[in-house]
Structure formats: C-alpha cells, structure tokens
C-alpha cells in the first residue's frame, strides 16, 4: 500500500485509557508507541478520564506522542481505585456501559481493540472487524493469582476469545505462552514481541556511584498481586540481612499501596523504601538510570516493556520467570532470571548482576526498538 493510498487511513484505538494521564510500562506504553512510530495513519482514541472535570462524551483534539490525535472519553475511571460502588463494578463494564451510551458518536475507520471483550463488544455493534490485541499470558490471567475479574469465570474469558477469533480482522498476540492454542483458531495469527521507545531510553545517560553508596535497587509495575510488589520488599530484607545497604524505588501505583505503606515499618524498610508512584515515561528513564538493578517480581507476564527499557537504559535485570517468558535474560550478560521466587535466590542474583556492562545490557536490546518494531507490526497487520 502506497503512502498516499495510506494518508487519510484512520485508526480508532478503543482501550479504557486515559492518553492524557499514562501509567509505566503495559498497554498505555504500547499504545502511545503505535500512535507515535505509525506513517501514514490518522489516529482517534476512544478511552476514559481519570479527571473529574474532563466530560464524557465529547471529542476534543489532543496532544499525543506528539501528534494531534481526537479523542473521546466515555467513562470516569481511576484504574488505581479500591474503595467505595464504583471500584466494585469491573472496568471493563463501566468502560463497556460507555460505549454503548456514547455508541452514535463513534467515527467510521479501522478499530484496534486491546481488551478481547471489547473488540466483540465493537463486532457486536456492527463497527466492522477489529484488530484485536492480546497482552497478557492467559493461564497466568485466568490463575489464582491474578487480580482479574476473569478468574472467577473462566470459562466466560475462553468463550469470549473463541468469539473474538472468528470476528477479528487480524490477531496480534503480545506473548509466546498462548501461540499455539490460538493458531488452531487462526493461522493468520501475528505473533509479535514488545518493543522500548529509542528516544526516551537510549537517550538518558547512566548516572555513576561512589563505592560507598547504597545498592539501588528499582522496581516498575502496578502495585497488584499480579506484580507481588511485597516480595520486592522482602527481596530488600534478604539484601540487607546479607550485610548490603539497600535503597529500592519502586514506580507505580495500584490498589496495594496502602498496605505495602503500613507494611514498612513493620518490616523495618521506612528508610529503605521509596513508593514514588506513576511516573513518566521519561521519569522513568531517569530513575532506572540512576539504579544498578532492575527487579521484576511478577506472577506472570505477556512481554514485559519494562525489562527491555531496563535494557536500552544500560540497567540489568533480576526477575523471576514469569517475569521474563520470552527467556531475554542471559546471566552474566544482562541480568538473571530466577526459577524459584525465593527472596534470598533474588537477592544473591541482584549481587551477581550489580555492575554488568551497560554496553552489553543494551546490545541485548538493540533489536526491539519502537522505531523499527512498530512500523514492521502495521505492515503485518496489513498483509
């Protein structure tokens, strides 16, 4: 397809979002990485306000990955929410409820869904076939230990996503764990693998400590049970035991906040441990560039984007395995990964891989940029 046949192609990216307040890592970063590194592509997004005062409904022009992007919210949401009716009712149905109240203001285009309920949501409502993304590993989401909805009812995420299978105008699936279940369903399948952003983390400079500076540890994730943030922090307690001053970071928010606050004292880690919140992507780039280490604690993951802007940060990576299923890590070379999630196991890895090459720990990177990753998925999403 020529670039002028492409030039007023547009894409709706329909995800409950707020592009104007992204979370680290995930989806948001996805996202914001296809709208920034896409040619030829008018983008609009249909997602949610985490602000009171943004109203729903309405289309308003916004700054985006620095493009000008449409954009309607169509719920209120505060992803990080635990208290009150509100927070009772899943996401994806107040994200769904607002959908179809606000369903005659959706514009005519190409749908990308990242939720498989929203993309048969979409289907449903005749909006043509979706391009349906699919991040996370399914045997983890629909485990004991996911905080997902859908670990109740299973069987409703399985009969969704057979749904989906056959309405999506293509597939793209963010992890290798669910590929062959799902080639069954579709042998068009696009298997793809997550990307870091070039001009954010190429470009921040690795600070340098003095010897006599605390081991500095970060840590990036939504504070869930997914990401176990609690074993980061007894991860620091094995550290320190192991006679290592430790000061951990740890960016993001989520709905266990307030517990990991009231665990710090109890665990002795007030001065230990920094909850700095959701930051910035660029934020983020300077705070893992002022770390030694990056540490993933995650139950299981699709393709983490945290690991490889680590990587293009010169920062290495202790994780455990569900941390890392694509296998990214080498020992010596650019991090560990940790089969066990004992928190000695990953302590001693941490001292192992405190100062690894940057060089090397970028070079295990260099292929994944957004730069040339993203345009390579459109073209494959195309065929």
């Given at each position: 397809?020529?670039k002028?046949?492409?030039?007023?192609?547009r894409?709706?990216?329909?995800?409950?979002?707020?592009?104007?307040?992204?979370?680290?890592?995930?989806?948001?970063?996805?996202?914001?990485?296809?709208?920034?590194?896409?040619?030829?592509?008018?983008f609009?997004?249909?997602?949610i306000?985490?602000?009171?005062?943004?109203?729903?409904?309405?289309?308003?022009?916004?700054d985006?990955?620095?493009r000008?992007?449409s954009?309607?919210?169509?719920?209120?949401?505060?992803r990080?929410?635990t208290?009150?009716?509100?927070?009772?009712?899943?996401?994806?149905?107040?994200?769904a409820?607002?959908?179809?109240?606000?369903?005659?203001?959706l514009?005519?285009?190409?749908?990308h869904?990242?939720?498989?309920?929203?993309?048969?949501?979409?289907a449903?409502?005749?909006l043509g076939?979706?391009?349906?993304?699919?991040?996370?590993?399914?045997?983890?989401?629909?485990?004991?230990e996911?905080d997902?909805v859908?670990?109740?009812?299973?069987f409703?995420?399985?009969?969704?996503?057979?749904?989906?299978?056959?309405?999506?105008?293509?597939i793209?699936?963010f992890?290798?764990?669910?590929?062959?279940?799902?080639?069954?369903q579709?042998?068009d399948?696009?298997v793809?693998?997550t990307?870091?952003?070039?001009d954010?983390?190429?470009?921040?400079?690795k600070?340098l400590?003095s010897?006599?500076?605390?081991?500095?540890?970060?840590?990036?994730?939504?504070?869930?049970?997914?990401?176990?943030?609690?074993?980061?922090?007894?991860?620091?307690?094995?550290?320190k035991?192991?006679?290592?001053?430790?000061?951990?970071?740890?960016?993001?928010?989520?709905?266990?906040?307030?517990?990991?606050?009231?665990a710090?004292p109890?665990?002795?880690?007030?001065n230990?441990?920094?909850?700095?919140?959701?930051?910035?992507?660029?934020?983020?780039?300077?705070?893992?560039?002022?770390?030694d280490?990056?540490?993933m604690?995650?139950?299981?993951?699709?393709?983490?984007?945290?690991?490889?802007?680590?990587?293009?940060?010169?920062?290495?990576?202790?994780?455990t395995?569900?941390?890392?299923?694509?296998?990214a890590?080498?020992?010596?070379?650019?991090?560990?990964?940790?089969?066990?999630?004992?928190?000695?196991?990953l302590?001693?890895?941490?001292l192992?891989s405190?100062?690894?090459?940057s060089?090397?720990?970028?070079?295990?990177?260099?292929?994944?940029?957004?730069k040339?990753?993203?345009?390579?998925?459109?073209?494959?999403?195309?065929?």
């Amino acid at each position: 397809m020529s670039k002028a046949e492409t030039h007023f192609r547009r894409v709706v990216i329909v995800e409950h979002f707020d592009p104007e307040n992204l979370t680290p890592g995930g989806i948001d970063s996805i996202i914001h990485d296809i709208v920034k590194y896409s040619d030829g592509i008018q983008f609009a997004v249909v997602g949610i306000a985490t602000s009171k005062s943004k109203q729903l409904g309405k289309w308003t022009e916004i700054d985006f990955a620095g493009r000008r992007i449409s954009y309607l919210p169509v719920a209120q949401l505060d992803r990080f929410r635990t208290g009150g009716l509100r927070s009772r009712l899943p996401h994806s149905l107040q994200f769904a409820l607002g959908l179809l109240l606000f369903r005659r203001r959706l514009p005519l285009g190409e749908y990308h869904a990242h939720r498989i309920e929203t993309g048969l949501l979409l289907a449903m409502m005749l909006l043509g076939k979706p391009v349906q993304f699919i991040h996370n590993d399914s045997a983890g989401l629909l485990s004991n230990e996911s905080d997902s909805v859908w670990r109740r009812i299973p069987f409703a995420y399985r009969t969704i996503e057979r749904a989906v299978a056959r309405v999506a105008k293509r597939i793209v699936l963010f992890n290798v764990s669910d590929s062959e279940r799902l080639r069954e369903q579709r042998q068009d399948l696009i298997v793809s693998r997550t990307w870091f952003d070039t001009d954010i983390f190429l470009a921040t400079t690795k600070s340098l400590k003095s010897k006599d500076e605390d081991l500095r540890v970060c840590w990036v994730g939504r504070l869930d049970h997914q990401k176990d943030p609690f074993l980061a922090l007894q991860v620091v307690q094995s550290l320190k035991a192991l006679g290592r001053r430790t000061r951990l970071v740890m960016i993001g928010d989520g709905a266990l906040r307030e517990m990991i606050q009231e665990a710090l004292p109890r665990l002795d880690l007030i001065n230990n441990v920094e909850l700095a919140g959701a930051l910035p992507r660029a934020e983020v780039a300077r705070r893992m560039a002022n770390s030694d280490v990056l540490l993933m604690t995650s139950r299981y993951e699709g393709s983490p984007v945290v690991l490889l802007e680590a990587g293009a940060s010169g920062l290495p990576v202790v994780a455990t395995s569900g941390s890392d299923p694509d296998s990214a890590l080498q020992r010596g070379t650019n991090g560990e990964r940790v089969t066990s999630r004992d928190a000695s196991e990953l302590a001693e890895a941490i001292l192992r891989s405190e100062g690894l090459s940057s060089d090397l720990c970028r070079k295990s990177v260099v292929d994944r940029s957004a730069k040339s990753s993203v345009p390579t998925l459109i073209e494959a999403i195309e065929q």
